[in-house]
């Protein structure tokens, strides 16, 4: 219990040695094994955490929470298939567990089997109506498939039991941009900077849409916000450099591209060498 509160209190490396001190008074204590795991985890000791969760499981092999966080450790370690194994033990012990679905969804879709993502998805939205982040997650697998209004609807949904879900509408704009709705797709960004007012990437996308309806100040406008966000953001030098470009100032676009060259972006570095002098 020390170590439950030591752990609360972000004192992992103290919440490690009472567990340790727990198995070493009882070695067959699956509960601290697991938390020991939980620690381990926290400290981003993934290997350490899925030894103790392994330790747990062949003291307790009924022990449904083990396999979701060994699971979780495994897919950190981007061992997909080794996540799905654990997801799937899960929810074989309880066919309710809807994180785990959740889970093995996110890592089907990592392995881009999104009808398998999808599926899971579904499968979790089925036991738990209101999880919103099985909604958006769903929506991304629709739109990886480019069922873009069926990606609309899951967002949407999101959006409906959490509005103030910043990534449900910067993704759903992402969607209806790809469907060349623009000014849908403007809104739902502008909303999503309103509830975070630092999401980089959903400033850079709105910078996109209007700079696909040719609105080139408008764009600069918002790559400038981005990158005053996050320094080394290189698709938004790219994109204001093309803005100011399209506005006749070659000189700020060379600039812009030869930041974005030198944060690694090979396209700039063409246009750089191509024209700039």
Request: net charge negative; charged share 30%.
């Amino acid at each position: 219990n020390r170590g439950i509160a030591k752990r609360k209190l972000e004192d992992y490396y103290g919440a490690i040695a009472d567990y340790t001190k727990a198995v070493e008074i009882d070695p067959n204590y699956a509960y601290a094994y697991h938390n020991r795991g939980n620690a381990k985890s926290d400290l981003k000791d993934y290997y350490g955490a899925i030894s103790d969760y392994s330790k747990t499981i062949e003291i307790d092999p009924n022990y449904s929470v083990a396999y979701f966080n060994r699971g979780i450790a495994k897919r950190k370690l981007e061992d997909y298939y080794g996540a799905i194994a654990d997801y799937t033990k899960a929810v074989e012990i309880d066919p309710n567990y809807a994180y785990a679905y959740h889970n093995r969804g996110n890592a089907k879709s990592d392995l881009k089997d999104y009808y398998g993502a999808i599926s899971d998805y579904s499968k979790t939205i089925e036991i738990d109506p209101n999880y919103s982040v099985a909604y958006n997650n769903r929506g991304n697998a629709k739109s990886d498939l480019k069922d873009y209004y069926g990606a609309i609807a899951d967002y949407t949904k999101a959006i409906e039991i959490d509005p103030n879900y910043a990534y449900a509408y910067n993704n759903r704009g992402i969607a209806k941009r790809k469907l060349e709705d623009y000014y849908g797709a403007i809104a739902d960004y502008t909303k999503a900077v309103e509830i975070d007012p630092n999401y980089a990437y959903a400033y850079h996308n709105r910078g996109n849409a209007k700079s696909d309806l040719k609105d080139y100040y408008g764009a600069i406008s918002d790559y400038s916000k981005t990158i005053e966000i996050d320094p080394n953001y290189a698709y938004a030098y790219t994109g204001r450099g093309i803005s100011k470009e399209n506005v006749g100032d070659l000189s700020g676009a060379c600039a812009d591209w030869r930041k974005a060259a030198d944060l690694g972006n090979e396209s700039a570095a063409q246009w750089v060498k191509d024209q700039c002098n």
